[in-house]
């Protein structure tokens, strides 16, 4: 029974010094040393070093001359990711998307067609930082009249922030909002009227 017991505790102290201590120093070494930018977060840094954002987690942003995100219902809070847990027949969902439905409408001046369901409706965990093209490009026309230019220089600029299906096949096109604004401003920077409701100045 001594000899038992002895054989388990050594079992015991040698799984907690692999799997507790050898195991995660080798994947945090490995992560640190060949996806060092993904393992601190995906963060967008200024030129001073100061942070933006990270290109995981959704931010708001308002102005004329922005890419709107998708909707958050956590108000874009990284630290209470959730979403609304609305069944798609819920009367306070439905209300909810009619509403944006016609705020989208009005704000981009868009009578007719679809309006793409990611600007109308929130995503699981509240934070989605991307977009379909096509819920670009339905805010392009508004994006290239605030910024002063045409509707062909934004979409340029879209498409070279256009990320393909990962691997070729898994998932959907899809637009890192934070980046394509990042790039909006540093290739077409905004007129001086529409100076405002930037979130990451």
Excluded: C
């Amino acid at each position: 029974m001594t000899m038992d017991l002895v054989r388990g505790v050594r079992f015991a102290m040698a799984t907690m010094l692999l799997f507790g201590g050898a195991y995660p120093f080798a994947v945090w070494g490995l992560a640190q040393t060949a996806f060092r930018h993904q393992a601190q977060g995906s963060l967008v840094m200024r030129a001073d070093g100061s942070i933006i954002g990270s290109t995981l987690i959704a931010q708001p942003f308002e102005g004329e001359a922005y890419v709107h995100p998708r909707p958050s219902a956590v108000d874009y809070n990284a630290a209470s990711t959730g979403g609304t847990n609305f069944g798609p027949t819920n009367p306070d969902h439905l209300k909810a998307v009619g509403d944006r439905v016609a705020a989208v409408r009005q704000r981009e001046m868009f009578t007719s067609g679809a309006i793409p369901a990611d600007l109308v409706t929130a995503s699981g965990a509240g934070l989605d930082p991307h977009l379909s093209p096509a819920a670009v490009d339905v805010q392009v026309a508004r994006v290239a009249r605030a910024r002063g230019v045409s509707v062909d220089v934004v979409r340029q600029i879209v498409a070279a922030h256009t990320e393909p299906p990962t691997f070729g096949v898994l998932g959907r096109s899809r637009v890192n909002v934070l980046q394509l604004n990042l790039a909006l401003d540093a290739d077409v920077p905004r007129r001086a009227d529409t100076r405002q409701d930037s979130t990451h100045e």
